[in-house]
């Protein structure tokens, strides 16, 4: 990103009222001809001058002096949030040029997580203007608590950057790309702070039927909440659509959990609804949907993690196998069969809280870890191994490591169908995208593209006030989006 000097400019242009032009003056009338007098006659007397004058009659170098005294301080300098700081008077300036697609959009409150929501526009989209659904559960201010919702948003007009076309550029179907983003709500009210929001879809046996959507929040106030937002959705696009209260209230309120935690996540292999979700004295419990519609919890939580447990994946391709990950600086693989309720693999993962844990769903055997230290790290779990009853194992090394950040990772992801990119976001502002697959060198982790200590796997950095969260879109290549203090932001690189 390049920097500049915040300076407030103002340029005044007085156009001619309604297209008038200087009045001419009129010929001698005892002259029969006149002198013709052509209104657009140049004012240069000979070619010589018109040379040396430029667009505005000036010469080409007093304008550019003037240009040059006015123009804005710009730094074309690599900064690096987290690393670089902002001195008086800078603010950063993206390089849209490294965008296919760059948009922000504001809600009334921040909110501090959200999921992407799958819909029935298609696969592998790569036309604009963009479309995606969303759900985010808000933090609002502690004293205006009850103002706190459940927001079921759908983002569309999102178009990609505007660039410079060749004039025999063959693309004319720009028309419907540059249009303006437009953000729209449909709230269910809640009474606390979202920590964490997952949305899980259940397929109809109606196969022309849209799916039933559910959305399992974690609150401030330890509850978890399970809500049918389908006709929230529906709602978008059909008009006339009325949502009835009824619709709007939880179909379970869930209270097992003795404090409050953000570890939720529902299981990909298990349609009807299976839900995990962990709290804040290390207790894990299960949830699952009955026959005819019922929630169920499975009151003999999971235990053995010496802290809170902050984050929590399924297996994507082994349905009764999960893992968590702890401020105890653990990482824990469970088995939901065990009578025991104990883990069946404990490996330590950092030295501080693990914030943060991403599963592979292309490579099942791949589990990414965020650190609070700002390192993040990929672990084979093929060397994870139960310890033998006489003896530790010998503890496994990560596949790959990385401390560029500098503040703690808040959020990581694999790229939906490419098993060699990963997504981070950190404390430091910074929503970055990598590449496993660049090969690491001593020699160029220490000077990439002539920037110190910047490792060769680092594809980009997106800056995102206070990012709390980011998810890939499951159905548009490449789209990331992010949610922070500044609202949420989507974008696409030219990279990824």
């Known amino acids: ?3 500049r000097a915040a300076e407030d400019t103002e340029t005044i242009a007085t156009p001619l009222k309604k297209g008038d032009r200087p009045i001419r003056p009129e010929a001698d009338e005892e002259n029969e001809v006149g002198e013709f007098e052509d209104e657009f006659e140049d004012e240069f007397e000979s070619e010589d001058e018109v040379f040396e004058a430029g667009v505005d009659g000036r010469p080409d170098a007093e304008r550019e002096a003037e240009e040059s005294r006015d123009a804005m301080d710009v730094d074309q300098q690599t900064f690096i949030p987290g690393r670089n700081k902002l001195q008086a008077g800078e603010s950063l300036a993206p390089d849209t040029s490294t965008y296919e697609m760059l948009h922000t959009l504001s809600t009334t409150w921040p909110c501090l997580s959200f999921d992407i929501v799958r819909d029935s526009l298609g696969d592998n989209r790569k036309t604009y203007p963009v479309t995606l659904y969303a759900v985010a559960g808000t933090q609002a201010e502690l004293r205006k608590s009850r103002e706190n919702e459940l927001m079921v948003l759908k983002l569309s007009g999102l178009s990609r950057m505007e660039r410079d076309r060749d004039e025999d550029s063959d693309d004319d179907d720009d028309g419907d ?3 303006e983003p437009i953000l729209e709500t449909r709230s269910i009210s809640l009474s606390s702070t979202t920590n964490r929001i997952r949305a899980h879809q259940c397929p ?4 022309s039927s849209a799916p039933t959507t559910f959305t399992a929040t974690m609150t401030e106030a330890a509850e978890v909440l399970i809500h049918n937002v389908t006709p929230h959705l529906s709602a978008f696009d059909i008009p006339g659509t009325v949502i009835t209260p009824q619709q709007s209230q939880p179909l379970a309120s869930l209270k097992m959990h003795r404090s409050e935690g953000y570890a939720v996540d529902w ?4 349609p009807q609804g299976k839900l995990l979700t962990g709290d804040n004295d290390g207790r894990i419990f299960v949830t699952t949907c009955e026959d005819g519609g019922r929630w169920t919890t499975d009151n003999r939580p999971f235990t053995g993690h010496g802290g809170s447990v902050e984050d929590i994946q399924w297996s994507p391709n082994e349905k009764n196998v999960f893992a968590s990950a702890s401020s105890d600086g653990t990482v824990k693989v469970w088995d939901v069969r065990s009578k ?15 914030n943060v844990m991403s599963w592979s769903h292309q490579t099942a055997h791949l589990l990414a870890t965020g650190a609070d230290d700002g390192q993040w ?5 093929r060397q994870w191994k139960p310890p033998p009853s006489n003896a530790a194992n010998p503890a496994p090394k990560p596949v790959a ?5 500098k503040e703690q990772i808040t959020s990581i992801e694999w790229h939906p169908t490419d098993d060699s990119i990963v997504a981070v976001a950190a404390g430091d502002n910074t929503l970055t995208l990598w590449d496993l697959a660049v090969e690491l060198d001593d020699e160029e982790s220490r000077d990439t593209a002539g920037v110190q200590d910047v490792p060769p796997q680092l594809l980009f950095v997106h800056y995102m006030e206070m990012v709390k969260e980011c998810h890939w879109h499951p159905q548009i290549p490449g789209v990331v989006m992010g949610t922070g203090g500044g609202g949420f932001g989507v974008f696409k690189t030219i990279s990824v």
């Open 340 to 354: 025991s309720r104990k883990a069946a693999i404990t490996v330590t993962v950092s030295s501080t809280d693990v």
């Open 377 to 381: 790290a990929v672990w084979d779990l």
């Open 204 to 207: 109809q046996s109606d196969a």
């Open 177 to 179: 790309e540059n249009t």
């Open 401 to 405: 490591s990385f401390n560029f950040n």
């Open 1 to 3: 990103m390049a920097k």
């Open 267 to 270: 299981s990909p292999l298990v």
